[in-house]
Nanobody
Framework: QVQLVESGGGLVQAGGSLRLSCAAS????????MGWHRQAPGKQRELVAA???????NYADSVKGRFTISRDNAKNTPYLQMNSLKPEDTAVYYC???????????WGQGTQVTVSS
């Protein structure tokens, strides 16, 4: 049974920083894309950042220059460094990985990030 568990969320003032991690348990083989998504109340889940196995990254326009995604392939773990946080970054953040071995996406249960003004 594969499980992803996010950590690092919390309450922070505007302008502050947080670093999200996503620990994987169980066996996941051949992960190509790792990503972070978020969902704010009343809004659809959106992609925040993604990183390929080769290290190519993609960011939502709203977080470019503020957020940095990275990955530890040995641990099957993506990270999200979030700087200069804004109240509009408030959301539940989910990590996601895709396995080319099973051709499945795996999701964490989410971690709350709240940015106060």
């Amino acid at each position: 049974q594969v499980q992803l568990v996010e950590s690092g969320g919390g309450l922070v003032q505007a302008g502050g920083s947080l670093r999200l991690s996503c620990a994987a348990s169980g066996s996941i083989f051949s992960i190509d894309i790792m990503g972070w998504h978020r969902q704010a109340p009343g809004k659809q889940r959106e992609l925040v950042a993604a990183i390929t196995s080769g290290g190519s990254t993609n960011y939502a326009d709203s977080v470019k220059g503020r957020f940095t995604i990275s990955r530890d392939n040995a641990k099957n773990t993506p990270y999200l460094q979030m700087n200069s946080l804004k109240p509009e970054d408030t959301a539940v953040y989910y990590c996601n990985v895709h396995s080319t071995f099973t051709n499945r996406d795996y999701w964490g249960q989410g971690t709350q990030v709240t940015v106060s003004s």
